[in-house]
């Protein structure tokens, strides 16, 4: 498909560099879809990222998940999943390019900015995780 999902991370909101990472989102040629702000419980956070339950940074990684508002969006694009991928850069922004998005805001490999989906199939999960079908459009 040619659409993906994203959330700006609870670091990145707390900030105040939403607005920033939305320009550069847009600037890459995403259209919106959906968008609100939302805040995770431990648990929901924990049902988002159950690919993730068995490693070791799971506990953190749903405490920093639920530790302050998120804004999830679904976007558009030919190639979506894979041009927002390169967009966000590396997971650990030690390691993220120059231009990305990790690179400019992300502070560790756990605050790392932004979430960005790794298939057709998982854009499509997540998003519904957060968007009913008559909010995407
Ligand atoms: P997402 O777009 O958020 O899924 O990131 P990713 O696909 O680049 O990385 P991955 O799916 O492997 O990990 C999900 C998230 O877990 C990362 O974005 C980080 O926030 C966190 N994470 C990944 N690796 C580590 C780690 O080694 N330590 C900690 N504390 N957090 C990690
Ligand atoms: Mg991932």
């Given at each position: 498909t040619n659409r993906t999902f994203t959330m700006i991370k609870p670091d990145a909101v707390a900030e105040g560099n939403s607005g920033a990472i939305i320009q550069m989102i847009e600037e890459a040629g995403f259209r919106i879809v959906a968008v609100k702000k939302a805040l995770l419980t431990k648990e929901r956070a924990g049902q988002f990222y159950a690919v993730h339950s068995e490693r070791p940074f799971y506990?953190?990684?749903?405490?920093?998940m639920s530790s302050g508002a998120i804004?999830?969006?679904i976007l558009?694009?030919?190639n979506a999943v894979a041009d927002f991928r390169k967009l966000i850069g590396?997971?650990?922004p030690a390691q993220a390019e120059e231009g990305t998005i990790r690179k400019r805001f992300a502070k560790s490999i756990e605050a790392n900015a932004i979430h960005g989906s790794d298939s057709d199939d998982?854009?499509?999960i997540e998003g519904d995780f957060f968007f009913a079908g008559i909010e995407q459009f």
């Open positions: 506990n953190d990684l749903c405490a920093y804004i999830p969006m558009e694009k030919d590396a997971t650990n998982n854009a499509k």
